[in-house]
């Protein structure tokens, strides 16, 4: 069994990552890329401050705690498993095709880029809860999520791995943020309208 879907991962893999031109070669280095995604970063900055008022500076420390918690752990599972990467897997390393001669570390399971994008995509859509939003954000995961294969740095079974993971840390910090009270203040209904709060008996 294990065998077979190891035997599936790497014909997806090789399948998307054969379909490429010169044009998406450059279009999915830059969706890869860090830097890039700071104008929309700086978006939902902004958005936050302006829902959620001082309230924002506990949503955006538990969205930092999310990320490094995020990152680090598919850091630990990469060194744990130890699974190549596919531009670095002997057997096939030689099929994958590589964007600017780039592959990155030795190992590939699961994916940080997969994870961290899902983990913010869960958060800010359980922080809104708006189709629209949900829908942006996780089309905005999965596009990130797929450079990753494109660019022949991951196993489809790596980005699956990191997607889970990343919406898994991101339901945990949402929940644990549901439950802060600050002086006498509640943020139990941080995804709901703000209404006034009671204070406590």
């Given at each position: 069994m294990l065998e077979t879907l190891k035997q599936a991962d790497t014909w997806l893999l090789l399948?998307?990552?054969?379909?490429h031109s010169v044009f998406f070669d450059e279009v999915m280095y830059l969706v890869s890329g860090k830097w890039e995604?700071?104008?929309?970063?700086?978006?939902?900055?902004?958005?936050?401050?302006?829902?959620?008022?001082?309230?924002?500076?506990?949503?955006l420390l538990t969205a930092a705690l999310m990320i490094t918690f995020s990152d680090q752990l598919s850091n630990l599972l990469k060194s744990t498993v130890m699974r190549p990467?596919?531009?670095?897997?002997?057997d096939i390393g030689h099929l994958v095709h590589l964007v600017k001669d780039h592959c990155g570390g030795a190992y590939g399971f699961v994916s940080a880029h997969a994870a961290n994008s899902f983990a913010l995509a869960t958060f800010v859509s359980m922080l809104y809860r708006k189709h629209w939003v949900i829908a942006g954000m996780v089309c905005w995961a999965a596009m990130v999520s797929y450079s990753?294969?494109?660019l022949g740095v991951h196993y489809p079974g790596d980005i699956l791995g990191g997607a889970l993971l990343g919406a898994f840390v991101a339901w945990v910090l949402y929940l644990i943020l549901r439950r802060i009270h600050i002086a006498g203040l509640s943020i139990s209904a941080i995804s709901q309208k703000a209404a006034?709060?009671?204070?406590d008996p």
């Amino acid at each position: 069994m294990l065998e077979t879907l190891k035997q599936a991962d790497t014909w997806l893999l090789l399948w998307l990552n054969g379909h490429h031109s010169v044009f998406f070669d450059e279009v999915m280095y830059l969706v890869s890329g860090k830097w890039e995604w700071i104008p929309l970063y700086a978006v939902i900055l902004g958005f936050i401050i302006y829902r959620f008022r001082w309230k924002a500076v506990w949503v955006l420390l538990t969205a930092a705690l999310m990320i490094t918690f995020s990152d680090q752990l598919s850091n630990l599972l990469k060194s744990t498993v130890m699974r190549p990467r596919p531009c670095r897997d002997p057997d096939i390393g030689h099929l994958v095709h590589l964007v600017k001669d780039h592959c990155g570390g030795a190992y590939g399971f699961v994916s940080a880029h997969a994870a961290n994008s899902f983990a913010l995509a869960t958060f800010v859509s359980m922080l809104y809860r708006k189709h629209w939003v949900i829908a942006g954000m996780v089309c905005w995961a999965a596009m990130v999520s797929y450079s990753r294969v494109y660019l022949g740095v991951h196993y489809p079974g790596d980005i699956l791995g990191g997607a889970l993971l990343g919406a898994f840390v991101a339901w945990v910090l949402y929940l644990i943020l549901r439950r802060i009270h600050i002086a006498g203040l509640s943020i139990s209904a941080i995804s709901q309208k703000a209404a006034p709060s009671r204070p406590d008996p």
